[in-house]
């Protein structure tokens, strides 16, 4: 049996957009799961990123797919 936990109201807005093939043409399935953690991981890298520069650090694109992907858990791959 599926609980319903949690319910949020949202709206879209850049880069949340996500598109199909055809950049004219709206997804017809709509926002997929993998399109979602690929958004949260993007708002993840911005976030950390803007964190480490007002900290003092300039940190390299490797360093920060690290931080995001191993140390919060969403996905490392390197």
Do not use: H, Q
Not at 14 to 23: A, D, K, Q, R, S
Not at 25 to 51: M, S, Y
Request: hydrophobic share 45%; glycine share 12%.
């Amino acid at each position: 049996m599926i609980e319903e936990i949690l319910r949020l109201k949202v709206t879209n807005f850049t880069p949340l957009l996500v598109g199909w093939y055809e950049p004219n043409i709206v997804d017809p399935i709509g926002l997929r799961p993998t399109e979602l953690k690929g958004i949260w991981r993007w708002w993840a890298r911005a976030f950390a990123c803007g964190v480490l520069y007002d900290g003092g650090s300039n940190p390299l694109p490797s360093d920060l797919v690290k931080i995001v992907g191993k140390d919060l858990g969403l996905g490392y791959a390197g």
